[in-house]
Protein backbone atom coordinates (compact mmCIF):
# COMPACT_ATOMS: atom_id res chain seq x y z
CA UNK A 1 0.00 0.00 0.00
CA UNK A 2 1.21 3.56 -0.94
CA UNK A 3 2.50 5.52 1.95
CA UNK A 4 2.02 9.35 1.60
CA UNK A 5 3.18 11.24 4.84
CA UNK A 6 2.58 14.61 5.66
CA UNK A 7 4.37 17.26 7.87
CA UNK A 8 3.68 19.54 9.92
CA UNK A 9 0.08 17.28 11.10
CA UNK A 10 -0.95 20.52 12.80
CA UNK A 11 -0.03 23.85 12.07
CA UNK A 12 -1.13 27.37 13.67
CA UNK A 13 0.05 30.88 11.91
CA UNK A 14 -1.03 34.05 11.73
CA UNK A 15 -3.03 36.03 8.88
CA UNK A 16 -0.36 37.32 6.59
CA UNK A 17 2.37 34.48 7.39
CA UNK A 18 4.26 32.52 5.34
CA UNK A 19 3.75 28.67 5.80
CA UNK A 20 4.96 25.13 3.63
CA UNK A 21 3.09 22.38 4.03
CA UNK A 22 5.20 19.31 3.06
CA UNK A 23 4.57 15.76 1.49
CA UNK A 24 6.42 12.55 0.91
CA UNK A 25 5.20 9.38 -0.96
CA UNK A 26 7.78 6.37 -1.07
CA UNK A 27 6.34 4.21 -3.60
CA UNK A 28 7.17 5.50 -7.03
CA UNK A 29 4.01 7.41 -8.08
CA UNK A 30 3.87 9.83 -11.01
CA UNK A 31 1.13 11.75 -9.66
CA UNK A 32 0.36 14.08 -6.44
CA UNK A 33 -2.04 15.53 -5.56
CA UNK A 34 -2.69 18.71 -2.49
CA UNK A 35 -6.60 19.30 -1.37
CA UNK A 36 -8.22 21.20 0.53
CA UNK A 37 -11.46 19.54 2.54
CA UNK A 38 -13.88 22.13 4.19
CA UNK A 39 -17.62 20.86 5.54
CA UNK A 40 -20.33 21.19 2.45
CA UNK A 41 -17.25 21.49 -0.34
CA UNK A 42 -16.13 17.89 0.24
CA UNK A 43 -12.77 17.70 -1.78
CA UNK A 44 -11.08 20.42 -3.50
CA UNK A 45 -8.23 20.32 -5.70
CA UNK A 46 -5.66 22.78 -5.18
CA UNK A 47 -2.60 21.76 -7.20
CA UNK A 48 -1.28 18.59 -8.78
CA UNK A 49 1.99 17.36 -10.61
CA UNK A 50 2.77 14.54 -12.79
CA UNK A 51 6.73 14.35 -12.08
CA UNK A 52 8.97 16.19 -10.49
CA UNK A 53 9.26 19.97 -11.89
CA UNK A 54 5.46 19.74 -13.26
CA UNK A 55 2.59 21.83 -12.33
CA UNK A 56 -0.97 21.59 -13.07
CA UNK A 57 -3.29 24.42 -11.81
CA UNK A 58 -6.46 22.74 -9.71
CA UNK A 59 -9.78 24.20 -8.99
CA UNK A 60 -9.02 26.29 -6.69
CA UNK A 61 -5.18 27.62 -6.85
CA UNK A 62 -6.15 31.38 -5.71
CA UNK A 63 -3.32 31.90 -2.90
CA UNK A 64 -1.45 28.86 -2.91
CA UNK A 65 1.87 27.93 -4.92
CA UNK A 66 3.14 24.13 -5.05
CA UNK A 67 6.62 22.97 -6.17
CA UNK A 68 7.51 19.40 -6.91
CA UNK A 69 11.32 18.66 -6.17
CA UNK A 70 11.78 15.56 -6.79
CA UNK A 71 9.51 12.24 -7.81
CA UNK A 72 8.85 11.56 -3.86
CA UNK A 73 8.00 15.61 -2.64
CA UNK A 74 5.46 18.17 -3.20
CA UNK A 75 5.15 21.20 -1.20
CA UNK A 76 2.11 23.59 -0.87
CA UNK A 77 3.27 27.06 0.16
CA UNK A 78 1.43 30.01 1.16
CA UNK A 79 3.03 33.04 1.20
CA UNK A 80 0.47 35.36 2.81
CA UNK A 81 -1.72 33.23 4.77
CA UNK A 82 -5.15 34.28 5.18
CA UNK A 83 -8.45 32.92 7.51
CA UNK A 84 -9.93 31.40 4.63
CA UNK A 85 -7.30 29.11 3.86
CA UNK A 86 -8.02 27.97 7.01
CA UNK A 87 -8.90 23.89 6.50
CA UNK A 88 -7.78 20.30 6.75
CA UNK A 89 -4.80 19.56 3.68
CA UNK A 90 -4.64 16.41 2.48
CA UNK A 91 -1.36 14.93 0.23
CA UNK A 92 -2.34 11.89 -2.27
CA UNK A 93 -0.43 10.38 -4.92
CA UNK A 94 -1.31 7.57 -7.56
CA UNK A 95 0.74 5.81 -10.06
CA UNK A 96 -1.24 7.28 -12.76
CA UNK A 97 -1.32 3.63 -14.81
CA UNK A 98 -4.85 3.55 -16.31
CA UNK A 99 -8.14 5.15 -15.44
CA UNK A 100 -8.35 2.35 -12.43
CA UNK A 101 -5.69 3.81 -10.61
CA UNK A 102 -6.43 4.64 -7.31
CA UNK A 103 -5.47 7.97 -4.88
CA UNK A 104 -3.75 7.33 -2.06
CA UNK A 105 -4.15 9.98 0.88
CA UNK A 106 -1.83 10.90 3.66
CA UNK A 107 -3.16 11.55 6.98
CA UNK A 108 -3.72 15.26 6.53
CA UNK A 109 -2.44 18.62 7.76
CA UNK A 110 -4.71 21.02 10.02
CA UNK A 111 -3.90 24.61 9.43
CA UNK A 112 -5.23 27.51 11.03
CA UNK A 113 -4.74 31.41 10.20
CA UNK A 114 -5.31 33.30 13.24
CA UNK B 1 -16.23 20.00 -17.72
CA UNK B 2 -16.23 16.96 -15.51
CA UNK B 3 -18.40 17.03 -12.03
CA UNK B 4 -19.71 14.76 -9.46
CA UNK B 5 -22.89 15.47 -7.93
CA UNK B 6 -24.05 13.87 -4.46
CA UNK B 7 -27.66 15.43 -3.62
CA UNK B 8 -27.44 14.41 0.47
CA UNK B 9 -25.45 15.41 2.84
CA UNK B 10 -26.33 14.06 5.53
CA UNK B 11 -28.28 10.67 5.27
CA UNK B 12 -29.45 9.09 9.03
CA UNK B 13 -30.04 5.31 8.71
CA UNK B 14 -31.03 2.84 11.58
CA UNK B 15 -29.24 0.22 12.21
CA UNK B 16 -30.12 -2.81 9.89
CA UNK B 17 -31.92 -1.24 7.65
CA UNK B 18 -30.99 -0.03 4.13
CA UNK B 19 -29.13 2.86 2.99
CA UNK B 20 -28.69 4.63 -0.71
CA UNK B 21 -26.27 7.19 -1.26
CA UNK B 22 -26.65 8.91 -4.30
CA UNK B 23 -24.41 9.86 -7.11
CA UNK B 24 -24.80 11.69 -10.56
CA UNK B 25 -21.87 13.12 -12.74
CA UNK B 26 -21.29 14.97 -15.84
CA UNK B 27 -18.07 14.22 -18.15
CA UNK B 28 -16.98 14.26 -21.79
CA UNK B 29 -14.80 11.65 -21.61
CA UNK B 30 -16.24 7.92 -23.05
CA UNK B 31 -13.58 6.39 -20.87
CA UNK B 32 -13.41 7.45 -17.15
CA UNK B 33 -13.70 4.97 -14.28
CA UNK B 34 -15.96 6.06 -11.18
CA UNK B 35 -15.12 5.18 -6.62
CA UNK B 36 -16.71 5.47 -3.82
CA UNK B 37 -14.28 6.42 -1.39
CA UNK B 38 -14.80 6.29 2.86
CA UNK B 39 -13.45 8.73 5.28
CA UNK B 40 -14.04 7.77 8.67
CA UNK B 41 -13.83 10.26 11.55
CA UNK B 42 -10.42 11.45 11.68
CA UNK B 43 -8.23 9.12 9.25
CA UNK B 44 -7.94 9.73 5.40
CA UNK B 45 -10.35 8.96 2.60
CA UNK B 46 -9.56 5.33 1.25
CA UNK B 47 -10.77 3.86 -1.71
CA UNK B 48 -14.76 1.42 -0.80
CA UNK B 49 -14.93 0.11 -4.53
CA UNK B 50 -14.69 1.07 -7.76
CA UNK B 51 -15.92 0.56 -11.57
CA UNK B 52 -15.65 1.46 -15.23
CA UNK B 53 -17.94 -1.28 -16.77
CA UNK B 54 -21.71 -0.18 -17.75
CA UNK B 55 -24.38 -2.05 -15.68
CA UNK B 56 -22.24 -4.48 -13.76
CA UNK B 57 -22.78 -4.70 -9.96
CA UNK B 58 -19.89 -4.32 -8.16
CA UNK B 59 -19.27 -4.75 -3.91
CA UNK B 60 -17.12 -4.68 -1.29
CA UNK B 61 -17.33 -4.71 2.29
CA UNK B 62 -21.31 -5.53 2.46
CA UNK B 63 -21.74 -2.03 0.06
CA UNK B 64 -22.75 -2.29 -3.68
CA UNK B 65 -22.62 0.27 -6.69
CA UNK B 66 -23.89 -0.32 -10.19
CA UNK B 67 -22.50 2.38 -13.21
CA UNK B 68 -25.22 3.39 -15.06
CA UNK B 69 -24.48 5.24 -18.04
CA UNK B 70 -27.81 5.99 -19.42
CA UNK B 71 -28.69 7.70 -16.17
CA UNK B 72 -25.16 9.36 -15.63
CA UNK B 73 -25.39 7.88 -11.83
CA UNK B 74 -23.23 5.45 -9.44
CA UNK B 75 -25.23 5.24 -6.76
CA UNK B 76 -23.70 3.52 -3.59
CA UNK B 77 -26.10 1.30 -1.45
CA UNK B 78 -26.21 -1.48 1.12
CA UNK B 79 -28.49 -3.59 2.51
CA UNK B 80 -28.13 -3.49 5.74
CA UNK B 81 -26.51 -0.69 7.48
CA UNK B 82 -23.91 -1.17 10.55
CA UNK B 83 -23.13 1.11 13.13
CA UNK B 84 -19.43 0.83 12.06
CA UNK B 85 -20.67 2.02 8.64
CA UNK B 86 -21.13 5.59 10.05
CA UNK B 87 -18.54 7.89 7.92
CA UNK B 88 -18.43 10.43 5.55
CA UNK B 89 -18.37 9.15 1.87
CA UNK B 90 -17.16 10.78 -1.32
CA UNK B 91 -18.29 9.52 -5.17
CA UNK B 92 -15.47 10.62 -7.94
CA UNK B 93 -14.72 9.91 -11.10
CA UNK B 94 -11.25 9.79 -12.72
CA UNK B 95 -10.43 11.67 -16.13
CA UNK B 96 -7.46 11.25 -17.10
CA UNK B 97 -5.53 11.57 -13.88
CA UNK B 98 -7.89 14.25 -12.42
CA UNK B 99 -9.95 13.40 -9.63
CA UNK B 100 -13.16 14.89 -9.27
CA UNK B 101 -14.60 14.28 -5.86
CA UNK B 102 -18.48 14.93 -4.83
CA UNK B 103 -19.28 17.31 -1.85
CA UNK B 104 -19.33 13.99 0.32
CA UNK B 105 -22.58 12.68 2.22
CA UNK B 106 -22.30 11.91 5.98
CA UNK B 107 -23.59 8.84 6.32
CA UNK B 108 -24.63 8.49 10.18
CA UNK B 109 -26.33 4.94 11.77
CA UNK B 110 -28.43 4.81 14.85
CA UNK B 111 -29.09 2.23 16.95
Known amino acids: EAAVTQSPRNKVTVTGGNVTLSCRQTNSHNYMYWYRQDTGHGLRLIHYSYGAGNLQIGDVPDGYKATRTTQEDFFLLLELASPSQTSLYFCASSDGRGRHTEVFFGKGTRLTVV | GDSVTQTEGLVTVTEGLPVKLNCTYQ???????FFWYVQYLNEAPQVLLK?????KRTEHQGFHATLHKSSSSFHLQKSSAQLSDSALYYCALNSNNRIFFGDGTQLVVKP
Open chain 2, 51 to 55: SSTDN
Open chain 2, 27 to 33: TTYLTIA
